[in-house]
């Protein structure tokens, strides 16, 4: 509960190791990774900080990774459940003359995560380079260790993440924070607490509403998205979604009665609207995540949600990660 807490009025410290880290090297990575995803790699920088959606030839959503660009490699933070299936299908679309090499480092480094408003200061206080901006990442050390920053905490609350390289003390790294966080509110939150939070900021997680049933537009993910790029997988599926406003349903959050499972219908006024995907029990109540019939999605509305031979009460909102409408500054 404190962690949960913390990541509101202070910060709290994650270890996400088990999650994926890609290695997408050649000479023609960016080249690569341009055509496979929703984002723009052409004329990224090195320190450059990317989401991007890995798509299918339909649109549907395989799924959301960071991408840090490097000088010669890009380096691709996805999902725990997509760590093996990224690489093979990848590959699928490397052709002899492609100069593109994929390599699975998760193994060989260590990804933790800051979230919450006093990240800064914890950060600054442990960190010898100066913080990176929005967007973008900065090497340097914590404890006298290599560490690589990257701004943003993938919550789509304050926050960064940092990936600690094979080889260097990843636990004089976690000491170091923790050290640097006496003082500033600093808590150590388990896996149980990054599911509240996900939940609650909304955040699609893979297996629940990344899966292949659904397209980026109807998961909110606008900010991993340019439409002014050229051809890329599912590229035309997700133009004509977007130029003829066929997205048939959005990612809500649901703040329940109580805990019922994920599967069940959610239903408006008897009739249903769409499907529970995700739920955790918060210091702050029960939320869900749930994909909602256009013509329902709006917070405030009052939902029931089956459960076996009872229904749950709840009530739409908007989760802060995702988008239910086209931002004004997207071209």
Known sequence: ???FHAAFDASALFDLSHWGRLRVGGRDCLRFLHNM????FEGARPGDVIEAVVLTAKARMIDLVTAVVAGEHVGLITSPERRAVLPEWFRRFIFFNDDVRIADVSEQSRLFALVGPRSDEVLSAAFT???PDAGRSAMGHVAGEPVLVAAGSGLGAPGYRLLVPGGAN???????????GVGRGLVVGEEGVWEQLRVWYGRPAADREIT?????????????????????IGQ?????????????QHLMRVELERSVPPGNEVMVAGEPVGQLTSVAQT?????????????AAQPGVEVLVRAEDTAVAGRLEDPRFVRRERPPELP
């Open 1 to 3: 509960m404190r962690a």
């Open 37 to 40: 995803t929703t984002a723009a």
């Open 129 to 131: 380079a100066e913080l």
């Open 170 to 180: 990843a636990g004089a790294v976690w000491d170091g924070l923790l050290e640097a």
């Open 212 to 232: 292949e049933e659904y397209n980026p537009l109807e998961a909110g993910l606008w900010h991993a998205i340019r439409f002014d790029k050229g051809c890329y």
């Open 236 to 248: 035309e599926v997700v133009a004509r979604l977007d130029t003829y406003r066929k997205i048939k």
């Open 283 to 295: 210091p702050l109540g029960t939320f869900g995540l749930a994909y909602i019939h256009r013509e």
